[in-house]
Structures are given as C-alpha cells and as structure tokens.
C-alpha cells in the first residue's frame, strides 16, 4: 500500500496535481512532495519519523495529505479476487484515526479554519475532521442550572450577572465551548458551570441529549482526523497511564507538529504540581470564610464549614512552613531530602474527602451526590499529591520549589516534580503503544546534515526513520548574517558586555529604521537594556515593545505589527513560534547565544544524570540544545519568499569559541558579514 499512497501523494501535491489545479496561485514545492511521501511511507510501514522541514515548505499540507489518505484507504482499495481479505483489510483501514497535535493555538485554527476544509474539497475521498478539546472547555447545562439555583450562597454579584450572559448565550451557541464565548467569564464561575468527569451524571442525566461535551464526543468518534494540543496529548498519554484508556479514542498514528516543544510540555503532564493556590481555591469552593459562601452553604453542610476552616490554617502553616525553608534563596530552590517540612495537611485533606464520600452514600438527590463525590476526589487527589511530594516517592523525578509574590505582597508556594528524563516513559507511552508517531518541526536537528541525535535521545525517538527537508527560500539572496566578533565576552567580561549592548542594538536598529526584534535571554538583561535606552528611542521617534512590561505576547505582537517602526524586546517565546510576514519585520537582533542558565533544578538534575552516565552536559545537552534555540530566533526572520531582511549576533563567543562554528553551520547558507563593535 506504500506505493499506492505515496502515488496518490504526488496525484495531489505534485506539479498539475489536483491542489494545483484547484488553486491557481498554488506553487509545488519538492521539499513539500518529499516529506509528503516520507509521512506517507512512515504510515504504510507502521514506523515512526522525525521530520524537518524549513520555513516555506509547507509542512501541514505534506502531513495532512499522507494522513488522510491513510485514514481513507478503504475508499481507494483495489478490487481483489479475495472478498474475504478485502473485508479486512477494508475494515481495518475504515477504523483508522490519526491525532494532530499542535503547540500553538494559531496552528490548531489554521489547521481545522482552513487546511483541512480546503484538503475535503480537493480529495476526492470522503473523511471528516474535528478540534479536540479539554472536556473544561464545554458548558454543562445540569451544572449551569444548578449554578442559577444556588447563586445567591455561591456566586458573588459579578459572577451573577456573568450567569445571566451565560443564560443568553446558551440559546444561540452551537458548540457550547468556551471559545464561541463574546466575552471571558471568571475562572472560579467557569468552573462550577464546566463539564467535568468527576460531576458527570453521564446517560442518567436529565440534560444528556443536549450535552454540548457529549455531542462533540460524538463527532470525534466519527472523525478520522482528530486535532489537538500537546497540552491535551500528553494529559490524554498520562491518563491511559493511570487509567487503563485515555480521554481520546484509540488512534493508529500520531503526528505531533513543533515537536521541538515536546519535552517541555511532556515533563509538565508527566509529574507533579501542587500550590497553595490550588489548596485555598478548592477550599473556597467548598467555604469561603470571607464571603460565606460555598457548596456547603449551598448544600445546607453547616457543620462541615468548621473542618474546612481547620484545613484552611493547616495551609496556611504549610505555605509559612515552606517559605522558611527556602530562607532567602531566590524563587526556585532543589529539594534533595524527603519531608522537608511537617505534613500536617494530607490527612485532614484525606479525612475530609472520606467524610464528603461518605455523605454522598446517603444522598437521596444525584447532583448532590455527584457535587459531593466530585469535591471529595478533588481533595483526594490533592492530599495524595502532596504527599507524594514530601515524601518523593518517585526517585524518577526531580523535586524542587517554586516561590512568587503576589501584587499585594502574597506568598505563592508551587510544588513540582517532573522526570529527569522522559525518553523510557515516552517509549513506553507513546513509541511502543503507537504503530506510528510522526514529529515534525522547522528546527529539530543541530546541523545542515543529520543532527537527529540530540532530539531522538531526548524523548525516546532513539531508532526513528529521518528526513530533512531544506527550506524552498532563496536565504543567499533574502537574507545576511551579521556578527559584530569583537564584542566583550557575556560570560567572563559581563559588565563590559552589557555596558556595550545597548550602543550595538542602537547601530542597527537605525541600520533598519527599527522594524526589529530584540530577542533576549533573561528578563533581568532586557530590563535594564529596555531602561538605558528609552530616552534614545524616543529622541528617534522609534516605539519600545518590551514583554518585561507585563502585557500578553499576543498584544504585543499586534501593537509591533501596526507600527512596526520600533524595536520588540523579548525573551523565550519570542524566540519561537511567532509569525510576522512582510515588511514588519526586517531585523532579528540575537544579544547573547541562548544557552539556558543551569539555575534551575530541573536543568541541573538533568545535567547531573548526564554526568553520572559518563557523559558531557555541555557538549550533550546544552549546546545542542541552545543551536536548535538558535536556528529558531533566526527563523523569525524569514516568513515568506518575498521576506527579506539582516539578523545580527551580538554575541562574540560566536567567533572566538571553538563551539561557535557549532551554531554558524547549523545556519541556513546566506551571506555572512563580520563586523566590528567599534566601526
């Protein structure tokens, strides 16, 4: 079937091929058509791929194409003499669902917006698709009556009115999500008007017909293409873990896009968060001293508001408790030993939550059963997790604690614990239950050739199949490679360095007419350099765009896009997955080379064991990690052919270290210009 498919891969992406005739402005990409027939070999064959594609290539399309044909193939089975063995064949194909998986919002819409309505009216096959979403993104309409019923002894007045514009929305909505919202309700009025799996009636329910989760269940039952995020993925991969089955159906293969983010985003649904925020908002939930509300009000539970005031001040001494072992050592601090403090809380919690179980045995009415069921897991799963924690026991994971300040000077304690390394549970999870998982992204590799290794070993990929598919812009003529070599050194010559940065980033911005972004890596470098040059932008009439002010990337973003003549200043998630075409941006000013500061447990935990295996944590981890940090900054540059523009390296370590060549080959070839900070 490898041959059929990869054909029928040309018959649609290929020169003339149906897209092609189907839109006149269509241009047929090689490097689209290869990675197309590589995604389509990789399904056909049950194996698993790593795939890079660069900027322009057009990677939805080269795996969307293969996927739905594959999911499809029953439509397009050859006649066979065997009826019998074309039953088969013809069921099996007929069940098949492949999951989409995306990082960012922006490609999730684009991908069910716009590829995939365009994909079914090109195929000629027949094959529907859907956006998965967390079951907290529907309304449940038992629990929004319910709300409306018990408003007066659980909501405050704004989130009264809120459930009024909710009452009205609910007779024109669709989908009944979220999304289709005109306006952002409060989190803690969401939450108890949400479906939710632990407060769902489910076929018993009076409302179950109408419900908008269980009629998008429906839909992805049908569905073969199925998208989601990686958020949901690996929430979905945790579950079937614990659980035995997931919150998606089975599905036969997996393409997970911008798979450069998986590891972050795997370790996070792969381990253990607990905050004292959580703790108080399910507290509150439940009683809320200062207002007198809650579900117990509610609920007539008098007697039961005295416990949770009692827990209530065991959090409070376990946050007192927690910040006194931190001392003064900065915001995230290692802990290496078991019981760092005294666990005064998860029994009571436990305790709690058994007593709540206990009341909804003898409930007569089911949602207050299930109200009462569903806050007794909540706290369950609290106290447990807390346990968990202070007692670490998984030696797996690397436990460390976090520590913030709220506006009014509050203290915010949060509890991780994430592996050191996800590559066995990724195997286990993903590779081995999975007969094909499909990564791909514009920067996965360390190099122009190969450089897989890095990202195999990282998630469990080790063995994979590899493709690398050049980018189809002409970078040679569409962009220049600046690196001012002189520079003072950041990391032994910091002072001089950061005196000098503000002069070079000045330099090229007028070089520009601004047009720029500024990417960092610290917050504390940005502010200062935001600050020494505010009376010079200004005196330029250029505009300050800085992510330390606090505003949501995605506001920035369009305040630089109207009035691109300024400079953007921002830090990590500048550095990827942002997309400005066009004139708008002309500049990529890179300040330092983006290694991550081993100051943070996890890192460092990770670095140890890389030791302890005999290995080089610079070498393997974090100059590998940093050039694919890289090759992403410069990436921001270049969105479209017709983009043009200069990236400029102010880093000298570029030059004068031996790993520098490291990150100047892991470039697209373009014109390199050397030039000197005292011209």
């Known amino acids: 079937m490898g041959g059929s498919l990869s054909l029928d891969v040309s018959a649609i992406l290929g020169p003339g091929g149906l897209i092609a005739r189907r839109l006149p402005h269509y241009e047929h990409r090689e490097q689209q058509l290869q990675m197309a027939e590589a995604v389509a070999d990789a399904l056909s064959r049950s194996k698993h791929l790593v795939v890079e594609a660069g900027t322009g290539v057009g990677k939805s399309f080269a795996y969307l194409v293969p996927a739905i044909l594959h999911a499809t193939a029953d439509q397009g089975a050859d006649s066979s003499d065997d009826e019998d063995d074309d039953e088969q064949d013809g ?34 096959r027949e094959f529907t698709s859907v956006l998965v979403k967390g079951r907290g993104n529907y309304i449940s309409l038992r629990r929004f009556d319910l709300a409306r019923t018990r408003a007066a002894n659980m909501l405050d007045e704004t989130e009264s009115i809120q459930l009024e514009r909710l009452r009205a929305w609910l007779r024109e ?168 403090v005294p666990n005064l809380l998860s029994d009571p919690l436990l305790e709690l939550s058994k007593k709540l179980s206990n009341l909804a045995d003898n409930a007569s009415d089911a949602s207050r059963r299930q109200d009462l069921l569903s806050a007794a897991s909540r706290l369950e799963g609290l106290g447990l997790n807390l346990r968990a924690w202070l007692n670490q026991t998984d030696d797996q994971l690397v436990y460390w604690l976090e520590r913030t300040f709220s506006r009014l000077g509050e203290v915010r304690m949060e509890m991780h614990a994430a592996p050191m390394d996800i590559s066995g549970h990724m195997r286990e999870m993903l590779f081995q239950e999975v007969p094909c998982v499909v990564m791909a992204s514009a920067t996965v590799s360390t190099g122009r050739e190969g450089g897989f ?104 973003l369009e305040q630089f896009k109207r009035n691109p003549r300024g400079a953007l200043f921002g830090t990590d998630s500048f550095w990827q997955g942002v997309d400005v075409p066009g004139d708008a941006l002309g500049n990529v000013i890179i300040t330092k080379l983006p290694f991550s500061v081993p100051d943070h447990p996890l890192l460092q935990a990770r670095l140890e064991l890389i030791r302890q295996a005999g290995g080089n944590p610079f070498t393997d981890y974090q100059l590998p990690e940093a050039v694919i940090k890289l090759r992403q900054g410069f990436g921001r540059l270049i969105r479209t052919a017709n983009d043009s523009g200069i990236v400029v390296i102010l880093d000298s370590r570029v030059k004068t270290k031996y790993y520098g060549r490291t990150f100047l080959a892991s470039l697209p070839e373009c014109e390199v210009l050397e030039q000197s900070c005292k011209a």
């Open 173 to 340: 909505t669709n989908d009944g999500s979220l999304s289709s919202l005109a306006f952002r309700p409060r989190p803690s009025l969401w939450d108890e008007i949400a479906s939710d799996s632990s407060n769902c009636l489910g076929k018993k329910c009076k409302t179950y017909d109408q419900c908008h989760y269980y009629r998008a269940r429906r839909r992805i039952q049908g569905a073969q293409v199925l998208v989601v995020n990686h958020a949901l993925f690996f929430t979905d991969l945790a579950v079937r873990k614990q659980a035995g089955f997931g919150i998606l159906p089975d599905y036969h293969a997996a393409i997970l896009d911008e798979c450069h983010t998986v590891e972050s985003v795997a370790s996070a649904y792969l381990g253990i968060k607990v905050t004292n925020g959580q703790l108080l908002y399910t507290l509150n939930k439940l009683y809320n001293p200062s207002t007198g509300k809650g579900l117990f009000v509610a609920l007539g539970l008098d007697r039961v508001t005295e416990e949770v005031n009692r827990v209530h001040m065991l959090v409070d001494q376990l946050v007192f408790d927690l910040d006194e072992w931190m001392t003064r050592e900065g915001t995230a601090k290692r802990v290496r030993e078991k019981g760092i």
């Open 91 to 124: 069921e099996a194909a007929a069940s098949r669902k492949i999951v989409v998986s995306t990082h960012t919002i922006s490609l999730q819409e684009q991908l069910i917006d716009k590829d995939l309505p365009l994909l079914n009216s090109v195929i000629p």
């Open 453 to 556: 290794e890095f990202f195999q070993s990282r998630v469990g990929a080790t063995g994979s199949e590899t493709a690398k598919l050049g980018s189809p812009f002409d970078y040679r003529k569409q962009a220049k490679l600046i690196v001012v070599g002189d520079m003072p050194d950041p990391s032994s010559d910091r002072q001089a360095y950061e005196a000098a940065l503000p002069d070079m980033i000045q330099r090229y911005l007028l070089q520009t007419g601004g047009h720029a972004f500024v990417l960092f890596t610290s917050y504390g470098l940005l502010r200062s350099t935001a600050r020494k040059m505010q009376t010079w932008l200004a005196q330029q009439n250029l505009s300050l765009y800085s992510q330390a002010d606090g505003a949501p990337r995605g506001q920035l």
